[in-house]
């Protein structure tokens, strides 16, 4: 099946047109400052062909619409039809309590997606652009969701429950819901597999570190905990975002600066982790090249950052008494040996021990042939995993229909 894959944010759509067949990509981009006059799409062929176009993208509908163009463009193009999209695959953020797996977008699953705005204000109201700008191009073109938050419904409350009053869980659905979920449990399955293990019977802890960071403890298949929490600002330090900190702080905060509720949370999910923290960049490759020159608060960060991993690590291991692989994926889980290497460091008392020339040349297994555990480095696939879902849905509406 070919299938259209999007993930829309508030002034960006990235894509990708999937064979689910062949499980490669024909075509992927990005369009990036949506709203604005100089708004860019990048767009890359499988065969290395690529074009950069700029012009004036003002509304997702229009973005979705250059994007179709390319995909269908004499040049540039893989499809000569709008009839060859078979559907259309969208990333969504937040499932809430209602979503435990991939669903065909319905009128009624609209609805449960506006009223778990509130839960994600600020990604699923582009998520549900990009799904109404679908609906408007291509109509008869059917639509799934794919939720971040799916893959960790199957949390037993000890691990979704915070510790305020019950009522507020009942009343606000303040909880634990965990993101990145498609993340880990593509690169768990994955890490099953390179193990030639199943995964039902295996303890496997994976760090998605990209610009958000989150790990989850994945047991027997399934996530039985992860770092982020209510909002994605919970767990690991990330690039622009605290991780964990002591609630009472940003009271504090609020106070001393007198910064107002939104303000505060700008400085919470703006301003903090490697940026707050080095006054560098949110980047690990800017903050690796600085703490090269001798920058102390870059250094900081970089140990920060690692520390609170290696904290997550030990703690799920605890929790799920044992560890069968350690995963590392994202943008600097698959590129930064020295972040593996820090986190791996002291770790063989956890039966943990990392190959450093493996580690140096990104191979798949990092650890050394005689760690119990068995470290990965895994590239993640949520795109190939929403295509995947959604050909199994649309597979099974038509065969019924
Ligand atoms: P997103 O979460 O937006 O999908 P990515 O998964 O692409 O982001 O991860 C972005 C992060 O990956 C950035 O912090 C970037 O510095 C880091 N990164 C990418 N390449 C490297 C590299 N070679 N070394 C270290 N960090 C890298």
Sequence with gaps: MKILVLNCGSSSIKYQFIDTKEKIALAKGVVERIGMSSAVLSHSRYDGDGIKIVGEILDHTIAIEYVLGVILSKNHGVIDSKDDIEAVGHRVVHGGETFSDSVLITDEVMQVLQDNIELAPLHNPP???????????????????????????????????????????????????????????????????????????????????????????????????????????????????????????????????????SEAGTLLNKHSGLIGISGVSSDMRELIAA?????????????????????????????????????????????????????????????????????????????????KVPVLRIPTNEELVIALDTGRIVGAMKSVN
């Design 127 to 261: 998520n549900i652009k990009g799904i109404q700008a679908v609906k408007r191009i291509l109509p008869n073109v059917p639509q799934c969701a794919v939720f971040d938050t799916a893959f960790h419904t199957k949390m037993p409350p000890k691990s979704f429950l915070y510790g305020i009053p019950y009522e507020l869980y009942k009343k606000h659905k303040i909880r634990k819901y965990g993101f990145h979920g498609t993340s880990h449990s593509y690169v768990a399955h994955k890490a099953a597999e390179i193990l030639g293990k199943n995964i039902n019977e295996l303890k496997i802890v994976t760090a998605h570190l990209g610009n958000g960071c989150s790990m989850s403890a994945v047991q027997d298949g399934i996530s039985v905990d992860t770092s982020m929490g209510f909002t994605p600002l919970e767990g690991l330090i990330m690039g622009t975002r605290s991780g964990d900190a002591d609630p009472s702080l940003i009271l504090y905060i609020m106070g001393k600066e007198g910064l107002s509720l």
């Design 291 to 371: 703490i090269k020159e001798g920058n102390k608060r870059a250094k900081y960060a970089f140990d920060i950052f690692c520390y609170r991993i290696k904290k997550y690590l030990g703690s799920y291991a605890a929790a799920m008494g044992g560890l069968d692989a350690f995963v590392f994926t994202g943008g600097i889980g698959e590129n930064s040996s020295e972040v593996r290497s820090e986190v791996c460091s002291n770790l063989e008392f956890l039966g943990i021990e990392l190959d450093e020339e493996r580690n140096n040349s990104n191979n798949e297994i990092i650890s050394k042939s005689s760690s």
